[in-house]
Each structure stands twice: as structure tokens, then as C-alpha cells.
């Protein structure tokens, strides 16, 4: 694995966000019939919340992005982006795993959506995310919050 930090996302990330998120999600949005050059990027700034972001650096540079946003009856897991390069490097399941962690010490439900035939479906599945509803376009997942580990 990679040389890489997470650290809190300020308003300046915004753009580097942005436009990963239209490098990430192009080809599944090609496939699906969706993909328009100025929404993919007008979604991700109409949403960016810097408190609930994190920005992911691999030798000191952004590559990638993950938010997790509280909500009424779970923290709702978005814009968990990483740079092509770093893809498939463990990366992503190391910081999906210590948001989970920190989800399951508060009891917290997590819920997502990840675009239907998205290979992140999978790693999604991995840490135990399960099918809440789907359309067309999107999958709609949720996880409970493990149970602590009791010691005999």
C-alpha cells in the first residue's frame, strides 16, 4: 500500500473533488446513459459539506475524497472517490474501514448509493453492506452497526 493520510477537507477542496468525481464516475455514467459533463460536477459542489469530508493524500497529494453526513436515522455515506492510480492499492478499504469502525462505536446505521454495475459494489458487499432498493440507475445499500466484541 501506498504512502497516504487522511485529513479533514476544507472549502479549497472543492474543485479536486470535483473533478475526480467526473474522472470516477464517467464510464459507469457512459454506460448507464447519464453522464452530462456539467451535472456530474454541479452535484458533487451542490453537496460538498467540508465538515463531514475527508480528503485522502498519497505522497502528500489529494487523491481522493469520502464524505460521511449525518442524518436523521443514519450517516449516509458520499462522494468516496479515489485518483485511478491509487484504485485497487487497499487504500479504500482502509479508510472505509475506520469509518465504519468509528460508525459502529456511536451504533450508527450507514446507508449509500452507488451507481448500478460500479465494481465499488462489490468492496461495498465486502465490509457488509446490503441491498435497501434499486432502480435503473442506482443501488441503494445499508449497513448496521457491528456489535461490539464482548470479552469473556
Avoid at 472549502?11 to 464510464?27: F, N, Y
Avoid at 479504500?92 to 448500478?116: F, S, W
Amino acid at each position: 500500500m501506498a504512502d497516504w493520510e487522511i485529513r479533514p477537507a476544507s472549502a479549497a477542496d472543492v474543485e479536486a473533488a470535483v473533478e475526480l468525481r467526473a474522472v470516477v464516475l464517467r464510464a459507469d455514467l457512459e454506460r448507464l446513459g447519464r453522464y452530462d459533463e456539467q451535472r456530474v460536477r454541479q452535484r458533487l459542489r451542490n453537496g460538498f459539506a467540508p465538515a463531514h469530508t475527508w480528503v485522502v493524500e498519497v505522497g502528500g497529494a489529494f487523491a481522493g475524497c469520502v464524505s460521511l453526513r449525518p442524518a436523521e436515522d443514519a450517516h449516509w455515506l458520499e462522494h468516496f472517490y479515489l485518483t485511478p492510480h491509487v484504485q485497487g492499492s487497499g487504500i479504500g478499504t482502509a479508510v472505509l474501514r475506520g469509518l465504519l469502525a468509528r460508525c459502529d462505536r456511536e451504533g450508527a446505521v450507514v446507508r449509500l448509493n452507488v451507481l448500478q454495475g460500479s465494481p465499488a459494489r462489490r468492496l461495498y458487499e465486502r465490509h457488509g453492506f446490503t441491498l435497501e432498493a434499486e432502480d435503473p440507475v442506482d443501488v441503494f445499500m445499508v449497513r448496521e452497526p457491528a456489535s461490539p466484541v464482548r470479552e469473556q
